[in-house]
């Protein structure tokens, strides 16, 4: 099983940008699906989580400004990242309980200018 993410880039400060993870391989049930994220010299952090059923959650910092969908059709979960800021940079990596095991994607690079 692979997690590709896709969709950072630099943007300026209050742009946005689309995440997309997709999962492939030989999938029987993916459960949670989720992003984190990892600053230059901090420890990896929760952003949002979507569970099968659509529940989210989220970090308080991305309250109101980030938005985590998931298509279980194409496996894939997204993250609306909208009203970024300089504090938003980091290494952004998806999440998924697929098959009952934890799996992480690559990472993708979102940098926020100010």
């Known amino acids: 099983v692979q997690l590709q993410a896709s969709g950072g880039g630099l943007v300026q400060a209050g742009g946005s940008l689309r995440l997309s993870c997709a999962a492939s391989?030989?999938?029987?049930?993916?459960?949670?699906m989720g992003w984190y994220r990892q600053a230059p010299g901090k420890q990896r952090e929760l952003v949002a989580t979507?569970?099968?059923?659509?529940?989210?959650n989220y970090a308080d910092p991305v309250k109101g400004r980030f938005t985590i969908s998931r298509d279980n059709g194409k496996n894939t979960v997204y993250l609306q990242m909208n009203s970024l800021k300089p504090e938003d940079t980091a290494v952004y990596y998806c999440?998924?309980?697929?098959?009952?095991?934890?799996?992480w994607g690559q990472g993708t690079q979102v940098t926020v200018s100010s």
């Open positions: 999440n998924a309980v697929v098959n009952r095991y934890n799996n």
């Open positions: 979507i569970t099968g059923g659509g529940r989210t």
């Open positions: 391989g030989s999938i029987f049930s993916i459960n949670d």
